[in-house]
C-alpha cells in the first residue's frame, strides 16, 4: 500500500511540474473500473464556476483566440488540424522537447469536436480537469481526475506569457514564400493541411518509455502485468529492427563509391535504379532514360545481397537512416511556443535536442550522416506530420543541391508530402508541377529533345493526378482532355503509343461511371476517343475495341475488329490465349450483355496512389515465359506490399493492409475508406507485422531461387491458428556476412493467453550444424591428431561466425588436414633429433576457412496443419539444404524446433497450393544421383512417410497436375488417370471412379473433372462421390448429374467463404473455375467424414460463362451476390488487362468494371453504415451507406467499389 502511495505521489509531482502533460489515463490499471468520476461537494460552487471560466481559458479555442488576434495560418475548425512551427526564437520556457527516453507522440494532437482541448496551456496549477474523452485508441473510457491538494479559489488568471505563447501556438511562418517560383495562388491552398494523430494516454507514455529498457521492468514489479504485455507488444520487434539498421550502417560506412553521394531519381517512364545508370546501349534502346530529366524519386522495390555492395545505392542508405533517425530524434513540444536563443547561436532548443539525439550518430557513421543527414530529416519530419519542419528542409536542400533534377525532385516532393495529407490540395499540385520545369534551365534542356521529354513528362504527372482521389466530373474531363494532349505531345510514333493504354484505362476504369450518372454513353464515348487512335499508333488496341462493341450488343462489328486484329503481325497474338485464337473472345460478353436487363459500369469511389507514378509497359522485371515469378504480380501499390494486400478495417475505421512506406519511413497506411486519404499516422514506436510472407526482387539475381528481404527488417505473420496463436517472422533473404548472423532470422510466437516467445533461428540451425559436424568427426577412421585438428578448426569457425566446413572425406576440411599432417610426418623423418611436429589449426584457419556464412531461405515458408516448413541453404554445395519445422500449438513446442539436415536436387519443387488446412504432413519432389524423380512425404516430426515415383503419374506441372496432401494421405493423378492414394506406403488406385482429367480439393472434399466431361465431388476418407443437387437456372452449363459439356483443362476453387443462414446454421460458398465457366457452390463445411445416408449433400447454385479464364472471386452476400474478375491474355502478356464482373446469384450479370491490371485482387467487402459529416462536405459523393469493395486496381494504386446499400440484407 505504502508502495502505491508512493507511486502516486511521484505521478502528482510531475504533473505539477509539467502541465502540458495532461493525458487521459487508460484503464489498463482497472479493467473493471472504465470510468471513474469523483462527486464534488455542493459548496463549492464558486470554485467549480471559477474552474469552469479557467478551463475555457485554458482549451485550444475552436473559433477565436483569446487575445482577440486571428491566426495566419492552422486555425482550428471542424474537421481541419493545426500546423505547429516553433523554429522562430522569442523569449519563453527553455524546455520544449522530451529526453530521448521520453521520446513519444504524447504531444500529437487530434481534434475532438465539441470538447475541450487535452492541451494544458493556460496555467501552471492547471491540475483538474474536466471528462476527457480518447477517440482514437482501443477501448478507453472517458476519465475525470480529480483535485489531490490544490485550492481552485486562488487559481491565477493566465499571464502574459502564457497567452503569448497561446497565440503563438497558432501561428506559422509562411515558408513557402522562400521558394523561387513562389506563388501566392499556391501557397494559399496549403494552409489547412491537417495531420490527424493519435493523443497517447499516461500507460502509451509508460510503455514507449520503458520499450528500450525493457530490462528495467525487473526493478519495477508494481508494473501492472497488462502493461507488461504492451510493453512486449512494442518492444517485440524493436531490438531487431535497430541491430539490422546498424549493421547496414556500418557496412555503408565502408563503401567507397562516389555514386553514393547523389540522391537518385527516375523519370516517370523507369522503375529500376541500375537502369538509371544510363548505360548508351541502354539509352539507344530507351531514348527517355534520359537520367538528366528525371525528377521523381527512385521507389525501393529492390532488394540486395549484403555481402555485394555493387548493387547498393542512396536510396537503401537513406532508407536505413531515416528508420533509426525516425526512432531516436524527440518530438517537439508545440504548446511550448517559441523560444529564446541562449546556449547556441541560431539556434533553437529543438535544434539542440536533435543535434544532441543524433550526436552519438554522427560519432559512428560520420560518412554517412555527413552526406545524407540532411536528405533524410525532411522524411523524417513528414512521417510524424511535421509539416513546415520537412517543409523547410526540402526548401533548403532546394538552395543547397547543384543539379537542376534534383531541384525538381525536392519541389516534387513536397508537393508529394501535401498532397499525402490533404487531397483539397490537388489542384495545387498539379499547378506547382508546372514549375518544375522552370528549374531545367541549363543550355542542355534547351535541346528541343529534351525539352520535349520534360514537357511530356509533366504532362504526363498531371494526367495520371486526376486519376487520383475522388472521382468527381471536373477529373473526368480534365483526366481524358490530359491523357489526349500527351499523346499528342511530341515525341509521338512508334514507342510512345503505350499512353493510349492509360487513356483507355481512365476512360474505361477510374471515369466510366462518373460518365454514365451524367447520361453519357460511356461505351460510345470510349470508342469515339480510342478508336482513331487504333488507325494511327497501335494495333494493340484493336482487341479492346472488339470488346466496347461487344459491351454494345454489336456482334458484326466485335467480330470483325477481332478479325482484323487477328490479320495483323502474328506477335500482337502473343498477348491473348491461344486457345482464345480462332474465334471471338467477347463473344461470352456480348451474350451475357444481352441477357441482362441492365448492365452497369461500377462505380469506382476513389483511387489512391502512395507511391509515384510509374507510366512504362517496357519493365524489365515483368514476367516472361522462361523466367515467370512465383508470384504472377509485382507488388507496387506502397513501397512495401505484399502479393495479398489483406485489406480490412481496424478497429479505429481506418482501411489498412499489407501497406507500408519506407521514404518516409511509416509503417502503416491507414486511409479514411470513405475518401481514400490518409486518415491517421501510425505511432512511431507500434510495429504492423505485414499478413503474409513478403519478398522483393533483386534486379541482379532474380527472384526464382532465393528470397530476398527489404533493407527495413519488416515482421511478417506467416502463421495464425484457430486457437489464437499467431507467428512471425523477420528475415535476411540471401544473406552471406560473418558479422550480423546472430541478428539475422528470428521467429516470434504468441499463444491465445497473451504468453510470448522468441526464437532465433539462425543461431538455432547454425548450433545444429556445429554439433553434427563434431559428432561426424568423432566417428571418423582417422589419427586422433587430424580429428583434434578438424574438432579445433570447427570451434574456431564456430566461435568467430565463419563457415562451418563439411566433414566428409572428399570435402576440403578433411582434405586439408590430411595434407597438413603427411606434411608434417614428412617434416618429421627429415628433422634430425627425430622431435614430433604438431599440427597448427589456427593456421589451417586462417588461410582456408575465413569464408562469411551463408543463410539463404530458399523458398517461402509452407503452412501444413500447426506447423510451418523452411528449406535453407546453408554452405555452398546447392545439393545439402537444411529442413526446418517449426511447431506453434504450445510454447514448449515452438521453442524446440525439428532441424534436419537433406540431400535434394539444387531446387525441389513443393506446392503449397497442394497443402490443405488439415494436412499432417507437406510433400517435395526430389531426385537422388541418377534416380527418377520422387515425391517425398514428410511428417512434421521431419520423417519421410511416403515415397512415389514419379513415373505411375501424371507429369506434374502448376496449373494442371499436382499432388494434394489431405490429412496423412497424398492423392495425385496416376498414369492411368485413375485416382491415386497414398498412406504410410499404403496404395491404393480408385478404379471404382471414373478416369481423371484435373484434380484439385475443396477443405478436405476432392474436386474433379473426369476424361468424360463430368464433375466430380469426392469424400477424401471413404473415396465414395458425394451427392450433389444442382439448381435449375444452372443447366445452361452443368446438367443434372454434373455433365459439363466438355472437358476443362483449368480446374480451381476459389472465393471460399463461410455465411449464416437465417437458422443462423453456418454454409460454405465456393467458386469452381473451369476454364472460362464459374461453377457456385453451397456446402456444409461438415459434409465430409459423415456416413453416406447423413452426409449433406453439395449445392449447385448457379453457373456462368466469362470471356477469358477466371482469375479472382468475393463473394459479397446472398442478395448482393459475388464478383469476379477475368482475363482472356497470357499472365506475360505486355498489356495485360483484366475486366471485373458483378453478378447475383441467378448468374445475372449487373455490372463491370473493364481495363483492370494485373492480379491478384485482394478484394475486401465491407457494409459501411455511411458517415453524414463527410456526406454533406462532398454533396453526396461520398459517405454513403452501403457495400464497399477495396482492391487493388492494377495499375500500382487501390480503389473503391462502391456497389450500393440496396444489398445490404444477409439471406439464405
Not at 493566465?158 to 497561446?166: A, Y
Not at 491473348?576 to 463473344?587: E, Y
Not at 485489406?647 to 521514404?663: A, F, V
Request: glycine share 4%.
Amino acid at each position: 500500500m505504502e508502495d502505491d502511495t508512493t507511486g502516486l505521489h511521484t505521478l502528482i509531482s510531475q504533473r505539477q511540474k509539467r502541465p502540458s502533460y495532461s493525458r487521459a489515463i487508460s484503464q489498463e490499471f482497472s479493467r473493471k473500473s472504465e470510468a471513474v468520476v469523483v462527486p464534488r461537494k455542493r459548496n463549492r460552487r464558486k470554485s467549480e464556476k471559477i474552474r469552469s471560466h479557467s478551463l475555457i481559458d485554458s482549451a485550444v479555442p475552436q473559433h477565436s483566440h483569446s487575445s482577440g488576434a486571428e491566426p495566419e495560418t492552422g486555425q482550428s475548425t471542424e474537421g481541419q488540424f493545426p500546423v505547429f512551427d516553433t523554429n522562430d526564437g522569442e523569449e519563453s520556457d527553455e524546455s520544449e522537447y522530451f529526453s530521448a527516453e521520453e521520446n513519444s507522440d504524447s504531444l500529437e494532437y487530434v481534434h475532438q469536436e465539441n470538447a475541450p482541448s487535452c492541451s494544458s496551456s493556460a496555467s501552471s496549477n492547471d491540475d483538474e480537469i474536466p471528462q476527457i474523452t480518447h477517440q482514437n485508441c482501443d477501448n478507453l473510457s472517458p476519465v475525470t481526475l480529480d483535485t489531490y491538494d490544490g485550492n481552485l479559489k486562488h487559481r491565477r488568471a493566465p499571464s502574459k506569457k502564457q497567452k503569448r505563447k497561446r497565440r503563438l501556438l497558432y501561428s506559422s511562418y509562411n515558408l513557402f514564400r522562400e521558394l523561387p517560383f513562389y506563388n501566392d495562388e499556391i501557397v494559399n491552398e496549403f494552409k489547412d493541411v491537417h495531420i490527424n494523430k493519435p493523443v497517447p494516454t499516461l500507460s502509451a507514455l509508460c510503455v514507449k518509455a520503458l520499450v528500450t529498457k525493457k530490462k528495467s521492468l525487473a526493478r519495477h514489479p508494481i508494473v501492472p502485468h497488462v502493461i507488461r504485455q504492451d510493453i512486449g507488444n512494442a518492444a517485440a520487434f524493436y531490438k531487431e529492427k535497430v541491430e539490422w539498421i546498424k549493421t547496414y550502417l556500418a557496412k555503408f560506412e565502408k563503401e567507397k563509391y562516389p555514386r553514393f553521394q547523389e540522391v537518385l531519381t527516375r523519370s516517370v517512364w523507369n522503375i529500376e535504379p541500375w537502369a538509371l545508370n544510363d548505360t548508351r546501349a541502354f539509352q539507344r534502346n530507351n531514348p527517355a532514360a534520359d537520367k538528366k530529366i528525371s525528377c521523381l524519386p527512385v521507389t525501393p522495390l529492390c532488394g540486395f545481397e549484403y555481402h555485394d555492395a555493387e548493387f547498393y545505392y542512396p536510396s537503401h542508405i537513406m532508407i536505413a537512416l531515416s528508420c533509426l533517425l525516425h526512432l531516436t530524434i524527440p518530438f517537439p513540444d508545440p504548446s511550448k511556443g517559441k523560444h529564446r536563443q541562449r546556449k547556441l547561436e541560431g539556434s533553437a532548443p529543438y535544434d539542440r535536442a536533435v543535434k544532441n539525439a543524433t550526436a552519438s550518430l554522427h560519432k559512428s557513421y560520420p560518412k554517412l550522416m555527413g552526406r545524407f543527414y540532411d536528405k533524410t530529416m525532411p522524411y523524417v519530419y513528414w512521417a510524424r506530420g511535421d509539416v513546415n519542419r520537412a517543409k523547410e528542409s526540402f526548401i533548403q536542400l532546394i538552395h543547397t543541391c547543384e543539379k537542376s533534377r534534383h531541384k525538381a525532385l525536392y519541389m516534387y516532393e513536397i508537393q508529394r508530402m501535401l498532397h499525402f495529407f490533404d487531397d483539397a490540395s490537388q489542384l495545387t499540385f498539379d499547378l506547382s508541377m508546372s514549375y518544375m520545369s522552370g528549374v531545367f534551365n541549363k543550355p542542355y534542356y534547351s535541346q528541343e529533345k529534351v525539352a520535349q521529354l520534360i514537357c511530356k513528362q509533366i504532362s504526363l504527372l498531371k494526367a495520371n493526378l486526376c486519376d487520383q482521389g475522388l472521382m468527381t466530373v471536373e477529373k473526368a474531363h480534365m483526366a481524358t482532355e490530359r491523357w489526349s494532349h500527351c499523346m499528342r505531345a511530341p515525341p509521338v510514333g512508334e514507342g510512345w503509343s503505350r499512353d493510349t493504354f492509360f487513356l483507355m484505362d481512365s476512360l474505361l476504369c477510374f471515369h466510366a461511371h462518373t460518365y454514365f450518372e451524367l447520361g453519357i454513353d460511356w461505351i460510345q464515348h470510349a470508342i469515339e476517343k480510342l478508336e482513331p487512335l487504333c488507325k494511327a499508333s497501335n494495333a494493340d488496341l484493336y482487341i479492346f475495341l472488339s470488346m466496347m462493341y461487344a459491351m454494345q450488343k454489336q456482334n458484326t462489328k466485335c467480330k470483325k475488329t477481332f478479325k482484323y486484329f487477328e490479320s495483323l503481325e502474328r506477335s500482337y497474338l502473343r498477348n491473348v490465349d491461344k486457345d482464345k485464337v480462332g474465334h471471338c473472345p467477347w463473344q461470352t460478353l456480348l451474350e451475357s450483355v444481352k441477357n441482362s436487363v441492365a448492365v452497369r459500369p461500377l462505380k469506382v469511389l476513389w483511387r489512391t496512389q502512395i507511391n509515384p507514378p510509374r507510366l512504362s509497359h517496357e519493365r524489365l522485371d515483368w514476367p516472361t515465359e522462361n523466367n515467370p515469378f512465383i508470384e504472377n504480380c509485382n507488388p507496387s501499390e506502397a513501397d512495401i506490399s505484399c502479393r495479398d494486400l489483406d485489406l480490412y478495417i481496424t478497429p479505429e475505421g481506418h482501411l489498412t493492409g499489407n501497406l507500408q512506406m519506407t521514404l518516409p519511413p511509416i509503417q502503416s497506411v491507414l486511409l479514411n475508406p470513405y475518401t481514400g486519404t490518409i486518415a491517421q499516422l501510425p505511432a512511431v514506436y507500434s510495429v504492423t507485422s505485414l499478413g503474409s510472407f513478403h519478398s522483393v526482387q533483386c534486379f541482379m539475381h532474380g527472384r526464382y531461387s532465393h528470397t530476398f528481404s527489404p533493407v527495413i527488417p519488416t515482421p511478417m505473420e506467416i502463421y495464425r491458428g484457430q486457437n489464437g496463436c499467431v507467428v512471425s517472422m523477420i528475415f535476411p533473404g540471401k544473406h552471406q556476412h560473418p558479422g550480423p548472423v546472430k541478428h539475422l532470422l528470428k521467429v516470434f510466437w504468441q499463444g491465445p493467453d497473451g504468453r510470448r516467445a522468441r526464437l532465433n533461428l539462425a543461431l538455432r540451425i547454425r548450433d545444429h550444424i556445429y554439433q553434427a559436424a563434431k559428432k561426424q568427426v568423432r566417428l571418423l577412421s582417422m589419427d586422433e591428431e587430424m580429428k583434434t585438428c578438424m574438432l579445433e578448426i570447427l570451434r574456431l569457425c564456430y566461435l568467430k561466425d565463419y563457415l562451418i566446413p563439411s566433414t566428409d572425406k572428399k570435402e576440403q576440411l578433411y582434405e586439408t588436414v590430411e595434407k597438413a599432417y603427411q606434411e608434417n610426418k614428412q617434416r618429421q623423418l627429415k628433422h634430425k633429433d627425430g622431435a614430433s611436429i604438431s599440427l597448427n589449426p589456427a593456421k589451417i584457419f586462417q588461410e582456408h576457412f575465413m569464408k562469411p556464412p551463408i543463410l539463404n531461405l530458399l523458398r517461402p515458408p509452407v503452412v501444413f496443419g500447426t506447423d510451418i516448413f523452411f528449406r535453407f541453404k546453408v554452405n555452398e554445395d546447392p545439393c545439402r539444404n537444411y529442413f526446418v519445422v517449426i511447431h506453434t500449438e504450445t510454447r514448449t513446442e515452438f521453442k524446440n524446433p525439428k532441424i534436419q539436415e537433406r540431400h535434394t536436387i539444387d531446387h525441389p519443387s513443393y506446392f503449397s497450393n497442394g497443402i490443405s488446412k488439415s494436412a499432417e504432413g507437406f510433400y517435395y519432389l526430389n531426385t537422388v544421383s541418377h534416380d527418377p524423380v520422387t515425391v517425398c512425404v514428410v511428417n512434421r516430426h521431419l520423417v519421410m512417410t511416403d515415397q512415389v515415383d514419379t513415373a505411375i503419374l501424371q507429369p506434374i506441372k502448376e496449373d494442371a497436375h499436382i499432388p494434394i496432401v489431405i490429412g496423412k494421405s497424398l492423392f495425385a493423378i496416376s498414369h492411368l488417370q485413375y485416382l491415386y492414394r497414398i498412406n504410410d506406403q499404403i496404395e491404393s488406385f480408385a478404379e471404382h471412379l471414373d478416369q481423371i482429367h484435373r484434380l484439385t480439393f475443396l477443405g478436405d472434399m476432392l474436386v474433379m473433372v473426369t476424361v468424360s466431361g463430368y464433375l466430380l465431388f469426392v469424400d477424401s476418407q471413404t473415396l465414395l462421390p458425394i451427392r450433389v443437387t444442382v439448381h435449375s437456372r444452372a443447366f445452361a452449363l452443368i446438367l443434372e448429374n454434373l455433365y459439363i459439356y466438355e472437358v476443362s483443362n483449368y480446374l480451381k476453387v476459389q472465393g471460399e467463404k463461410s455465411f449464416r443462414d437465417a437458422n443462423n446454421c453456418e454454409f460454405v460458398r465456393a467458386a469452381i473455375l473451369l476454364d472460362n465457366k464459374l461453377v457456385i457452390i453451397k456446402t456444409d463445411p461438415e459434409a465430409c467424414g459423415m456416413e453416406a445416408e447423413d452426409r449433406s449433400t453439395v449445392t449447385v447454385t448457379s453457373a456462368v460463362s466469362l470471356s477469358g479464364q477466371p482469375k479472382d472471386v468475393c463473394f459479397l452476400s446472398e442478395s448482393a451476390g459475388y464478383l469476379v474478375s477475368a482475363s482472356i491474355f497470357n499472365s506475360t502478356g505486355k498489356f495485360y488487362r483484366e475486366n471485373l464482373y458483378h453478378f447475383d446469384h441467378c448468374g445475372q450479370l449487373l455490372g463491370v468494371l473493364l481495363s483492370l491490371g494485373h492480379g491478384p485482387r485482394s478484394m475486401y467487402p465491407v457494409y459501411l453504415p455511411g458517415d453524414p459529416d463527410l456526406s454533406a462536405r462532398y454533396s453526396d459523393l461520398c459517405g454513403q451507406e452501403g457495400w464497399h469493395v477495396y482492391m487493388r486496381d492494377g495499375h500500382d494504386g487501390i480503389i473503391c467499389v462502391y456497389l450500393g446499400k440496396v444489398y445490404n440484407r444477409e439471406t439464405s
